[in-house]
């Protein structure tokens, strides 16, 4: 066992740990100084050893040391044929349908029924107005409607003969006065010719021939209006009368009927705007209903992405409680010009884990046909000409392994891993972590990734050389 195994898996009693505490963490830091001071001496006589063969812009540094080689943890490459992509779109969840609601008709509201957060179904009442006014009109525009249906019936129906038998005997006496007063005018006439009569007696009698003359006229046209029937133009006329006096009456009854505002579809109060007592203008928001049976959820995508998507499929959709089953409804024929994106419109139905407003993400999966490896994120560093560069631990000429280095091209990276290619050998020993530490051509132990335990800011892993620990 080395002297930093010794270290590590000290057991000393109680009363001496303080006492190794502080001469471990002496050690340690003396063993980091060493190593540092070894790679530092091994990178210079490399580089001593190169300038005395000649310079060339092509070769790798490397490190040579005598010390003890320095362990890196590595694990096999395993070179696959490809590797899969994962994309996140971001949308937002979005009531199918929510509406600010209002009456068609201005006036005081009288009740609110509704309250905030309220869930109701469709033709609810949700709010009233005042409608004293338009009942007592409605009762008028109803009495003239009562009026003018029966003048109608009476004007469809004809005169009766007891009326034009009455004014036949009307028109005959009015004759029999005219010819008795027309008389009493000739007798007036001579008298005055002869000077027994005065001008005032004259235009006396002149005026009651005049005024039967007169009543004879009218008392005739009455009655040829009755022995010839109501005319086809007066009966239109009270007709048009009556059916707007109808129309009227339906309009107020509509009126009526908007002074209850109702829900239009089932769905929950969001916002109540006034209340009891206040006058609200015709159309002015009273309440705002929000649907709660069908959610949609609104995700922007690439064109690409839109144009694999299938309508009518279903897709899986990473909520804020966990993932739901979206279909896909639509795709908008434009480009949101801020995120350059296209919005596809899943239907994710009635759901108890979302609510509109919550933030989903839609989640693809590609598979990329690519030969290449994964590598830990730690494992890449930047190399020359653009490329990356991971290092390998291969067989020495002697005990141990070198570091060699490998440019790669880093073909897709996620949170803490990479996918690469490049001149690697499969089941050759990747270093995962520290590269920082090591140079290519350095001498160094490879221990295999597994459990590891970090001191003084290395990693190492505890082995078994040869069954023992």
Do not use: C, N
């Not at 002297?3 to 057991?11: A, E, G, S």
């Not at 029966?150 to 004007?155: N, S, T």
């Not at 908008?332 to 995120?339: I, K, L, Q, R």
């Not at 419109?345 to 490896?373: K, N």
């Amino acid at each position: 066992m080395s002297f930093l195994d010794q270290i590590l898996t000290d057991r000393q009693p109680t009363k001496k740990r303080q006492k190794w505490a502080s001469r471990r963490v002496r050690v340690l830091g003396a063993l980091v100084v060493f190593a540092g001071t070894s790679t530092g001496l091994g990178v210079l006589r490399a580089g001593d050893s190169a300038q005395s063969t000649g310079p060339d812009e092509h070769s790798e540094p490397t490190a040579e040391t005598g010390a003890r080689p320095l362990p890196v943890v590595v694990s096999p490459v395993e070179i696959v044929d490809g590797y899969e992509r994962e994309e996140r779109f971001t949308g937002v969840v979005e009531a199918r349908r929510a509406s600010d609601l209002g009456f068609r008709l201005g006036g005081e509201l009288l009740e609110v029924v509704a309250t905030e957060g309220a869930r109701v179904e469709a033709g609810a009442a949700l709010a009233r107005l005042d409608t004293d006014a338009l009942r007592t009109t409605l009762d008028v525009r109803r009495a003239q409607l009562d009026a003018g249906r029966a003048l109608l019936a009476e004007l469809v129906a004809g005169p009766r003969t007891e009326q034009i038998e009455a004014s036949r005997g009307r028109v005959a006496a009015i004759e029999s006065r005219l010819s008795r007063r027309e008389l009493d005018l000739e007798r007036v006439r001579r008298a005055f010719d002869e000077g027994a009569a005065v001008e005032s007696e004259l235009d006396a009698a002149v005026f009651a021939v005049d005024e039967s003359r007169g009543e004879l006229t009218e008392a005739s046209e009455r009655l040829r209006e009755l022995e010839t029937g109501t005319r086809v133009e007066r009966v239109a006329a009270q007709r048009a009368e009556v059916a707007r006096l109808e129309a009227e009456v339906v309009r107020i009854e509509v009126d009526l009927d908007d002074a209850v505002l109702k829900a239009p579809f089932a769905g929950t109060v969001a916002k109540r705007l006034f209340d009891e007592g206040s006058v609200v203008g015709a159309g002015q928001a009273v309440l705002r209903l929000v649907e709660t049976g069908e959610l949609e959820a609104w995700v922007g995508v690439t064109g690409e992405v839109a144009g694999e998507l299938r309508l009518g499929e279903s897709y899986e959709l990473e909520g804020p409680a966990g993932v739901v089953s979206g279909v896909a409804r639509a795709v908008m024929p434009e480009v949101d010009p801020v995120t350059r994106t296209t919005r596809v419109v899943f239907a994710v139905g009635s759901s108890d884990t979302l609510r509109a407003g919550d933030v989903v993400r839609l989640v693809r999966r590609t598979r990329v046909a690519e030969r290449g490896f994964w590598v830990p994120m730690e494992a890449v560093t930047e190399g020359r000409r653009g490329l990356w560069r991971v290092y390998v631990a291969e067989p020495g000429p002697s005990d141990g392994e070198r570091v060699v280095a490998a440019d790669v091209e880093l073909l897709f990276a996620e949170s803490d891993r990479a996918f690469v290619r490049g001149a690697v050998a499969d089941e050759a020993l990747l270093i995962e972590s520290g590269v920082q530490r090591v140079a290519p051509g350095q001498r160094v132990r490879a221990v295999r990734s597994g459990p590891a335990l970090r001191v003084a800011g290395l990693e190492r892993e505890a082995i078994s050389e040869g069954g023992a620990r």
